[in-house]
């Protein structure tokens, strides 16, 4: 089964590939509701089970057990997507299944091999969701297949070849499949007859692909192909026609930075949680934590988590996470060098204290075998919940997650060498240096009043003063931010026309133009600043709560003529609407404390750039799919840049 997981490796990777390279433009007309087209592709089938009576006439004295083959699949298609998330795919081929089995050798001392040809009538009808409103596109669904060929080669040494057929072969056979695709307009933006090219892949594991009525023999699939489409849409109606009634109208204008800087050299403090968190089913530390031998531990300083691991700060969340794995290393470093001080493991498990004070054993059994920290200075305990538990008395929503984020250790302690008490503990920060390539500061800013109101969606076309035109959106919010790398590719500085076209939502089109004047682009190696400061789920720390870390710490590095980004994050659970409103409050809140401070120092002429930008996927520092990346979106972020 090497070879079956090598494919599964390049599939998820050719998956990732396509997610990075997803774009946002859209044409000048509508997207076909329905498709049509047809699909080719290479079936790598992979052969598990027992196979030895091949029919009523034959047993080989020797089953066969494993195999592999590539054969094809075509098929014609129809496609339905009422909304650009949501659709379906019916698919109708030929779907060859067979190939080789591994070769034996027969009690005669004989070599023998056994070739098939097996394929069938397919029906795959799918559900197609395209999560981002964009090209890549995931499917899932069942396969219905109808046996065609049931041919199989018997060969072995010293006795005559057999071709004929199986016996006991199921007729019918229903089994399922997933996969992902990147549809690739070929058609020309105006053009309301639409083609598509969509190379895919596909995943059918064993289940229900049970061969015949008898033995064991069964297989996995994994289908690469492209297909071809073509669909029927309709032309955007011209603005010069549409009736607008006044009402119904939106405001539309640019705002864009004095220049588009590339990189920035950036000193961040690095807030650490004070949680170790434990998978479901499991006592031991997870593996994604970095566990080093007596020997490794000898050499670790924390300081050498402080230098600059990527030049790329938009991975951020790589980066802090990789300082925050490194947790129970810090914690025995700090120990080490603070002798005096000591801690208390409280860990928790909705399982019982039992299991809660295992995990608090794991943790100091680790400090005190690696770090050679006496046993004596860490206290441990069991509890059902944590201090500040996530599940809520009452809550009956996304408890699962929530439950994920209460089977953790916290680790306490009265020394300020060790953690700070900031809106409860929290690990003292890494001070890290890192460069970060196209700031938030670069970024270029359309505000289209009312748009959540009256449009159901809306895209930008941005045009350089060479010409080349570049289209983003759909978009639905009332701002909305893009990078000013991405709009100044071609480093072409000047006046750029920007067009906003957009449908309200009773069916009618509205145009607004606007330009933008942007500047040459710089690289810019004076230090920029930037802060975290961490929210816990149950609200046991507000923005009031680090009042006195943002006026005694943040606001005395602000200086005159800087410009302070903040952007408030959440992670996924609650409702988009609450999240959104909840980031921006928290955003609000810490510029209002920030400017109190800077009004009393006597410092003006600073510039903030606030937003909320809720649990948004792609803006969110980290993803939501661990309790540390979730516990990690609730932020709010602050970074302070000084202009040239």
């Given at each position: 089964?090497?070879a079956?997981?090598?494919?599964?490796?390049?599939?998820?990777?050719?998956?990732?590939?396509?997610?990075?390279?997803?774009?946002t433009?859209?044409?000048?007309?509508?997207?076909?509701?329905?498709?049509?087209?047809?699909?080719?592709?290479?079936n790598?089938?992979?052969?598990?089970?027992?196979?030895?009576?091949?029919?009523?006439?034959?047993?080989?004295?020797?089953?066969?057990?494993?195999?592999?083959?590539?054969?094809?699949?075509?098929?014609?298609?129809?496609?339905y997507?009422?909304t650009?998330?949501?659709?379906?795919?019916?698919?109708?081929?030929?779907?060859?299944?067979?190939?080789?089995?591994?070769?034996?050798?027969?009690?005669?001392?004989?070599?023998?091999?056994l070739?098939?040809?097996?394929?069938?009538?397919?029906?795959?009808?799918?559900?197609?969701?395209?999560?981002?409103?964009?090209?890549?596109?995931?499917?899932?669904?069942?396969?219905?297949?109808?046996?065609?060929?049931?041919?199989?080669?018997?060969?072995?040494?010293?006795?005559?070849?057999?071709?004929?057929?199986?016996?006991?072969?199921?007729?019918?056979?229903?089994?399922g499949?997933?996969?992902?695709?990147?549809?690739?307009?070929?058609?020309?933006?105006?053009?309301?007859?639409?083609?598509?090219?969509?190379?895919?892949?596909?995943?059918?594991?064993?289940?229900?692909?049970?061969?015949?009525?008898?033995?064991?023999?069964?297989?996995?699939?994994?289908?690469?192909?492209?297909?071809?489409?073509?669909?029927?849409?309709?032309?955007?109606?011209?603005?010069?026609?549409?009736?607008?009634?006044?009402?119904?109208?939106?405001?539309?204008?640019?705002?864009?930075?004095s220049?588009?800087?590339?990189?920035?050299?950036?000193?961040?403090?690095?807030?650490?949680?004070?949680?170790?968190?434990?998978?479901?089913?499991?006592?031991?530390?997870?593996?994604?934590?970095?566990?080093?031998?007596?020997?490794q531990?000898?050499?670790?300083?924390?300081?050498?988590?402080?230098?600059?691991?990527?030049?790329?700060?938009?991975?951020?969340?790589?980066?802090?996470?990789?300082v925050?794995?490194?947790?129970?290393?810090?914690?025995?470093?700090?120990?080490?060098?603070?002798?005096?001080?000591?801690?208390?493991?409280?860990?928790?498990?909705?399982?019982?204290?039992?299991e809660?004070?295992?995990?608090?054993?794991?943790?100091?059994?680790?400090l005190v075998?690696?770090?050679?920290?006496?046993?004596n200075?860490?206290?441990?305990?069991?509890?059902?919940?944590?201090?500040?538990?996530?599940?809520?008395?009452?809550?009956?929503?996304?408890?699962?997650?929530?439950?994920?984020?209460?089977?953790?250790?916290?680790i306490?302690?009265?020394?300020s060498?060790?953690?700070?008490?900031?809106?409860?503990?929290?690990?003292?920060?890494?001070?890290?240096?890192?460069?970060?390539?196209?700031?938030?500061?670069?970024?270029?800013?359309?505000?289209?009043?009312?748009a959540?109101?009256?449009?159901?969606?809306?895209?930008?076309?941005?045009t350089?003063?060479?010409?080349?035109?570049?289209?983003?959106?759909?978009f639905?919010?009332?701002?909305?931010?893009?990078?000013?790398?991405?709009?100044?590719?071609?480093?072409?500085?000047?006046?750029?026309?920007?067009v906003?076209?957009?449908?309200?939502?009773?069916?009618?089109?509205?145009?607004?133009?606007?330009?933008?004047?942007?500047?040459?682009?710089?690289?810019?190696?004076?230090?920029?600043l930037?802060?975290?400061i961490?929210?816990?789920?149950?609200?046991?720390?507000?923005?009031?709560?680090?009042?006195?870390?943002?006026?005694?710490?943040?606001?005395?590095?602000?200086?005159?003529?800087?410009?302070?980004?903040?952007?408030?994050h959440?992670?996924?659970?609650?409702?988009?609407?609450?999240?959104?409103?909840?980031?921006?409050?928290?955003?609000?809140?810490?510029?209002?404390?920030?400017?109190?401070?800077?009004?009393?120092?006597?410092?003006?002429?600073?510039k903030?750039e606030?937003?909320?930008?809720?649990?948004?996927?792609?803006?969110?520092?980290?993803?939501?799919?661990?309790?540390?990346?979730?516990?990690?979106?609730?932020?709010?972020?602050?970074?302070?840049?000084?202009?040239?």
């Amino acid at each position: 089964m090497l070879a079956l997981n090598k494919i599964i490796q390049k599939t998820i990777a050719c998956c990732l590939m396509l997610l990075l390279i997803q774009t946002t433009l859209h044409a000048q007309t509508t997207p076909p509701k329905w498709w049509f087209g047809v699909a080719g592709a290479s079936n790598f089938n992979f052969f598990d089970g027992t196979t030895q009576r091949l029919n009523n006439g034959l047993i080989v004295p020797t089953a066969f057990h494993e195999g592999k083959g590539v054969k094809p699949f075509g098929s014609v298609l129809v496609e339905y997507r009422p909304t650009p998330i949501w659709g379906g795919t019916l698919n109708i081929g030929y779907d060859g299944r067979g190939g080789k089995f591994d070769g034996v050798i027969a009690p005669c001392d004989c070599p023998a091999t056994l070739a098939t040809n097996v394929s069938y009538l397919t029906i795959e009808p799918t559900l197609r969701v395209n999560p981002w409103g964009g090209n890549l596109f995931f499917f899932a669904g069942p396969r219905l297949a109808f046996n065609l060929q049931k041919d199989f080669d018997y060969t072995q040494l010293k006795q005559e070849n057999t071709s004929s057929e199986f016996s006991e072969v199921r007729k019918n056979i229903i089994s399922g499949q997933v996969g992902a695709g990147y549809d690739i307009d070929i058609s020309s933006p105006t053009s309301t007859t639409k083609f598509v090219i969509a190379p895919f892949v596909s995943f059918h594991p064993y289940f229900g692909q049970d061969v015949r009525k008898i033995e064991s023999w069964s297989m996995t699939t994994v289908r690469t192909g492209i297909a071809f489409k073509f669909g029927k849409g309709k032309a955007v109606a011209k603005p010069e026609t549409a009736v607008v009634p006044v009402s119904l109208d939106v405001n539309f204008s640019v705002k864009a930075p004095s220049a588009v800087i590339m990189k920035r050299k950036v000193s961040e403090s690095l807030p650490i949680l004070n949680y170790v968190f434990f998978d479901e089913g499991a006592t031991t530390i997870p593996s994604r934590y970095v566990l080093l031998s007596p020997a490794q531990a000898a050499k670790f300083k924390q300081e050498d988590l402080q230098q600059e691991p990527s030049e790329n700060m938009n991975v951020r969340s790589e980066r802090q996470l990789k300082v925050y794995y490194n947790i129970l290393n810090i914690l025995g470093d700090r120990m080490r060098a603070n002798p005096e001080a000591n801690i208390t493991l409280s860990g928790a498990s909705l399982a019982g204290p039992v299991e809660g004070k295992t995990f608090a054993m794991e943790i100091k059994k680790y400090l005190v075998d690696v770090y050679a920290i006496n046993e004596n200075r860490i206290a441990t305990n069991g509890r059902t919940k944590p201090v500040n538990p996530s599940e809520q008395v009452g809550g009956k929503k996304e408890l699962n997650l929530l439950r994920e984020g209460d089977r953790r250790v916290d680790i306490q302690s009265n020394s300020s060498a060790l953690l700070m008490v900031l809106g409860g503990e929290l690990m003292k920060p890494i001070q890290i240096n890192a460069t970060q390539v196209d700031p938030k500061d670069s970024a270029v800013t359309f505000y289209v009043g009312k748009a959540s109101e009256v449009l159901s969606s809306y895209t930008l076309d941005v045009t350089d003063p060479n010409g080349t035109t570049k289209q983003y959106g759909p978009f639905t919010k009332n701002e909305e931010r893009i990078s000013g790398k991405t709009i100044f590719t071609n480093n072409t500085p000047g006046s750029y026309k920007v067009v906003m076209l957009g449908t309200t939502k009773t069916g009618n089109v509205i145009r607004k133009e606007s330009a933008v004047q942007l500047m040459g682009t710089e690289e810019q190696t004076e230090n920029g600043l930037r802060y975290s400061i961490l929210y816990n789920f149950n609200k046991a720390n507000t923005t009031a709560t680090y009042a006195k870390f943002l006026t005694d710490e943040v606001a005395p590095l602000i200086s005159e003529n800087s410009t302070v980004i903040i952007h408030g994050h959440t992670d996924i659970i609650g409702s988009e609407k609450y999240n959104l409103e909840l980031s921006n409050k928290r955003a609000q809140e810490t510029q209002q404390i920030l400017e109190a401070a800077l009004a009393k120092a006597g410092k003006r002429n600073v510039k903030f750039e606030t937003t909320g930008n809720g649990e948004a996927t792609d803006s969110a520092p980290f993803e939501n799919s661990r309790p540390e990346e979730r516990f990690y979106n609730r932020t709010v972020v602050i970074d302070i840049n000084t202009v040239k």
